[in-house]
């Protein structure tokens, strides 16, 4: 038993948050500014701050570490990432910089497990460049999405071609200007075995009939220009050889995709929270009220004491999560990637609400960021599945481990 | 003992209720489709449903009912205003429609109580027609507002005039292009006995001096086209006729205007709660997971049952609170008071956020409108005294009732 | 709206008050010596004290004061009973001292409403007088009893008589050693209608084949000379007599009984959370630790202001069910006493909890009986349902205002 | 980063495991059987089946596994033992048969740190043989315990001896009759600096002077034949050689002993936890109510999964304390320790609730023993301080992360 980072860990945590300190947190205001400079009207463009600043973490090679098992990667370990993940979560913009930003490092992964050579060549070499964005197209709108047999976007053979109807939304990052694919996942076969009906498709963003209906908010944030898309698709075709992996296989890559992408989401998450209680404690020493400082009413000291363990839980959850994904594998390690997915984002929902009331009313404003951290961490709790799934799944294998429920339902 | 409404406030209730259904409810989406039809360039303006309603309203006779003891308002006891204001509270702009809105109603119950006849001619009966609005300037951006005492605007006397120099932020009304008058505190006499220091003054909000800086979000709302502004008083020149009820007396008003300012906030909470609800119930009856209806798992009966119990707990807390202030009045229904405060937008807010939980990813979007009356509320924990101080209050006076605090503290 | 108690309550609530102040708070200690004195191997005995004060009470019309719309009892609305009650509640043993404890007053209410006059002049009679007493056989340890139907105990009718077969727990009361009357549900027809199978019957103490095989505690009290049975009823014979209303109709007599009986517990219960909070006050005010008075400590503040709001709400909330109960009957104000039921444990085992906190280890001892108070009202999250059951029971009523389930089921 | 345990603490684990399936499981019902038998005048006698297991466990090589650091001890790591301590605490008197029991252990690792060989011959070669037990005697009934420099009893020199004057409570284990040793905490210098005027010193339980007044009851349980005493010490004389490392340095040795101590009581609430979830499965899996098993309705599936989600985090944070406290000492790990002690009990006392009310009313009797589980975990939220104390800590160290509290305070 060993809590600590692995050296190669240490090293890179230590480089990330040089890089942190350098460029990311002097800049934080600029970044605001130049959107805000593009005025309401021109919202979906990118600071220019961003591609300076990405040049410079590539440069310090900085870049791709998500990826593991691959030479595309930086070669890290699921719990070596993580608190790299973390640091980087700490602002909501940062991961982009070292091309490390959902969705597309889910994507990445996606097209690296199961794309071709040469859907590899078109769309997975510049996406590690950081020269396009993607996007993932999944839920719907019509349907409960909590259970991912209900999509009901068509995928049709025609000749050469799949021809592609239906309507996504909460398609993250399809109104960024710079977002050249989107992968689609749709029914080629609605008469096929439950789990057999799916497939993903790589679709061009500016293929004809791909429309972009809508932005929707998030607590009244855009989030710009990044942003959450409602997207119809009405007669999409792509070239056959457009289709990943082969068709009835969406599900599993769907379960592939997730099992990473939930612990990356769960990282960033904890890192926001550090942030958020950071700034919670500097806030309640920097300001009396009846006498003493904030912070020394014991009211604060309950609420920042239960922070910090709640954090550090979260935490070693999630390397215990990651140390599973790495040793045993993802299917092995189900219900703890489960755990985590339920305990992250409640937890730091709470650290960011307890921050926010510590900042009284400027708490919910522009100011220090902390409404906005945490209306984009509320929905986590339905991202990739809401907690309510999630904890079925974890009372199912709890409950198999002591009886077989078949069994027991007949008594 | 009797739990029912009075026959005057049932019969208004019916009348708001068929209002609401016949004019607030149909208009829910025109009002935004007029709001966002101004563009992103201009959305301080009022959508023209809003005027064309209030004529209604007023021909219906269904105006100022707030205002008790006065032969100005409708003469309801609080206890009866109360489910009315909590029917109105169902939608954010309906208040408004009766001329029932904050912080418009707390300054005019404040005109009432304290102008004098002049002040109230020019102020008070352009308030009351709905023709002008009005703000009022208390929170400053660089003391914790929780102690009011902190205070840190400058008004000095010069002459026949008063010079008024400051920094206030959460003037929620001022960006309104319809806004008038500001009620301004600050302090007069920094050298008197603590409680008298303070004095309140009405500000015409195009007196030269008067600068609104910027504009304060909400999570992500901009509450255009009310907005809550920080504002910036430079030498800004009153007459010496301006200051209300005297120098020295702001405290005395302050206290005067917030019980039923706090009362009316915790009303309206109600009410949203209540459609939250039915929101969720709605939601929770329309969509199939797993082989039954959502609502059908017991996860979701338990939400349901427990929003209800703790929105009708509330309901009777904040109606004896009213009753209590009809009955015995304000100061000796402190300690109600200060229990609703904290009550209410708490209960609120699970019961809110259970309903977004319930629609998935839409609960965090624009559509259903959970997210922003969310948001609102949560502002609420802070706005007239965080909880944290009326728990204070509410727990001394608890200590007092079985020994004597400032003995015990000298054993 | 009147939230004030009428002259007729209030006259009495001082009264029961007077007396609780001269007789039952100066007594506390010795009922407890007097038990003890009796030794380890004689717990089932009642101490003398109570005898003494019941004759008391008696003489000073402070008798069977539960007993609505009936002359035998006081004729009080369950509105005015209810904060008498909740008086008496502050004290464990004190309700009997009125002749106001369970499970007897709901055997008395059930006699009285189903009884013939020969079943009444038996056995409510002397119940009335305070000279026997009485336990209700409902639960059983091999089904789940959250679901009635479950009930296995069998009642045969042979000739002029039945006989009783089952097992029965938590039988309270039985063990007291005055218990002369066991009011059992079991099945007389198990082929019939669901709600038409079970029957209620009675059952003398000392009927040959009763038998207690032994007795349950509750967090280790044996809450003797009360007490908690299992009892074993073989081949149990009684006249055909015994039989209470009619053959299968025991159904109809629960639901009759168990509205009154829930709605007594809960305000018995919001006493002893009162107590519980006004000795959390008096110990916090009693010692000093990091150089202040412990209720200084602003997390104490917390937790005695959320103590003070939550009992105001569950007394109101449980004063407007009995008031409903009062002005529209029972069944249609189950929603208000479900919630009730859910309400007013919950709320009070935390009170007493954070009450036990604040008494440091002395809490959980014997001294100041709050371990003792809590143990026993953390039985009501079962007795009469569990709160799962009335949670289900409030979500049913509540999705039926806004849709038709058996509709949207279909969907 | 390494979650796995080391082997050494694997192969521990199996035997341990195997030790309790094998001859602790089977017995749990014959111990409570025998101490019933010695009937309710005669409870301070231990179960035989003790000693024949203590016996057993000897031979097998699982003796005093809990002493670190020492020949005397297995040297196992803190984070070896602690999973093994986990197993040990699933019964609640399974720790004494492996020697492994408090306050034993933390009196033993007090002896084998400070005492000199003497004293080490004379008391703590009998305590690692089993033979003796011994109590510790800190907590006083007349001040607040949660700031220790408040202990007022008296230990005052006297020519070749020390005469002890105080009463002390909460002293577990002091009345078994095994019991021969009684640490105690006094002042032997009032006037000297605020943590030195604190000393320990060994006393005969014997000794002339030293008088059990009373048993404290946890709930309603005695805890026989260990317990919970309240202990008069009347001018009980001892030599001076029964110092404890010097007069005056009473606080250095109790900072040492708590570290442990805690992590230790954490480790056995862990275990509990564990036995809860393990019973409240195999219950929720074994009844039907409403047509399916109680199981299978959702709010189950949640509690059970928060019950998987809260054990694991709990138990993550407690082997990050452990193995920091191996790493880098426990001065360094003064937060992390503290943590668990907020943590631990907390977890467990909701998992036990949500196991009771799974079993309905059977959950509260003797009969799953988890209502006894219940109450003595209860007890660790002040035992060895307060949650508040050590919430306490823990905000501050955090604070000092950011600023400097003293320049706070000022500005």
Redesign the interface.
Known sequence: ??????PR?QELMTRVQDFMDAHIYPNEHLYHEQHAAF???NIWQVPPIVDELKAKARKAGLWNLFLPESERGAGLLN??YAPICEIMGRVHWAPEVFNCNAPDTGNMETLERYATDAQKEEWLDPLLEGKIRSAFLM?E?D?????ATNVQTEIRREGDEYVINGRK??SSGAPDPRCKLLIVMGKTDPGADRYRQQSMILVPRDAPGVKIVRH???????HAPHGHAEVLLENVRVPASNMLLGEGRGFEIAQGRLGPGRIHHCMRTIGAAERA??MM??R???????G???????????R???A??EI???R??T??AA??MDTVGNKVAR??I??IK??APVMALKVIDDA??AH???????DPGL??M??HI??L???DG???V???????L??G???D?KA??G?
């Open positions: 038993m060993d809590f600590a980072y692995t860990a005025g309401p009207d719990a070596e839920t709108p349907v409960a999405s909590s259970d939304w909460w929707l908010t998030v607590y009244g944030y855009d209680l950071e404690c500097k309640l020493m920097s300001r009396h009220a009846f003493k400082l904030i912070g020394e009413h014991s009211v604060w000291e309950e920042v004491a239960d910090r363990i550090e839980c979260a070693l959850l390397l215990k140390w599973m219900s703890e489960a755990m339920v305990k926010i009331q009284g009313a400027a708490g919910v404003s522009q409404a906005a945490w209306a509320r929905t709790r339905f991202a809401p907690d309510e999630h904890r079925r799944t974890i009372a199912r709890e409950f481990k002591h009886v429920m027991a339902r008594r």
